[in-house]
């Protein structure tokens, strides 16, 4: 069975860092590529970037609304993807999923397999 | 990178069928055919429902189909029952120097 299971979401003051995990199991890792979407209270979905696979050079993107804050990173051999995120602003307040799409040749395949999510919530 | 445009709410009677509209840009919807429909259930994961603008995962039900016209997608969704209710989201892949994924602001499906 496929699992996708963040971590690491709690309280963490504006200006503040924390990590996210995204454990996962049951598809080929290292041939997905890894994204990280989020969902705001009462908010709709927001894709905030995606790393590639090692065959297309971990190649990372992201939204606009984060690039220089946060980053992607992917460790294949535990089959987990990261979510490092800095300068956290209350905005950042929300519920963080991952999600992969098969990463293979020119297609791009659709977001596929997602996870619960954790929440994140930045507050004095 | 602006959201796609979704009507927020939609409903219907158990039995019917309805649509739910997504509207884009030539940068995105109208500019190739990956454009994704999601099924979210609120603390659930988001649930793949089509893909590739009409195609169907294995597991969804042919009662999900999915359209595009110009820069418009949509999703119909026919006999409706109380599991239906849940909220939609259409999604396209950007084509761009630097490439990335928009999301509409989501439709909440009532069934009645």
């Known amino acids: 069975d496929v699992e996708v299971v963040e971590s690491g979401g709690g309280l963490v003051q504006p200006g503040g860092s924390l990590k996210l995990s995204c454990a996962t199991s049951g598809f080929s890792f290292s041939g997905s590529a890894l994204h990280w979407v989020r969902q705001a209270s009462g908010k709709g979905l927001e894709w905030l970037g995606r790393i590639r696979s090692a065959s297309k050079n971990y190649a990372t993107v992201y939204a606009a609304s984060v690039k220089g804050r946060f980053s992607i990173s992917r460790d294949d051999s535990q089959s987990t993807a990261y979510l490092q995120m800095n300068s956290l602003k209350t905005d950042d307040t929300a519920v963080y999923y991952c999600?992969?799409?098969?990463?293979?040749?020119?297609?791009?395949?659709?977001?596929?397999?997602w996870g619960q999510g954790t929440l994140v919530i930045v507050s004095s | 990178q602006s959201a796609l445009t979704q009507p927020a709410s939609v409903s219907g009677s158990p039995g019917q069928s309805l649509t739910i509209s997504c509207t884009g840009t030539?940068?995105?919807?109208?500019?190739?055919?990956?454009v994704s429909w999601y099924q979210h259930h609120p603390g659930k994961a988001p649930k793949l429902l089509i893909f590739d603008v009409s195609l169907r995962p294995s597991d969804i039900p042919d009662r999900f189909s999915g359209s595009k016209s110009g820069n418009t997608a949509s999703l119909t969704i026919s006999g409706l029952h109380a599991g239906d209710e849940a909220d939609y989201y259409c999604?396209?892949?950007?084509?761009?120097?630097?490439?990335?994924?928009?999301f509409g602001g989501g439709t909440k499906l009532t069934v009645l």
């Open positions: 999600t992969r799409h098969h990463d293979y040749g020119d297609y791009v395949a659709p977001l596929d397999y």
């Open positions: 999604s396209s892949y950007v084509t761009s120097s630097s490439p990335y994924w928009v």
């Open positions: 030539s940068g995105d919807i109208g500019g190739h055919n990956y």
